[in-house]
């Protein structure tokens, strides 16, 4: 494995790292939301 490789496979990584994060907290969002709503009535 070259040194080109490795870069690339780590940028490829922390790319699909990053995506996964931002879909559970798309996920999260509304139910906190709605959480909130209640409790303040």
């Given at each position: ?10 940028i ?5 790292t ?23 009535r």
């Open positions: 494995m070259t040194g080109w490789t490795f870069f690339f496979l780590l490829g990584v922390a790319a699909v990053w995506q996964l994060f931002r879909l559970i907290d798309l996920i999260e969002r509304p139910s906190r939301r709605s959480h909130r709503r209640h409790a303040v």
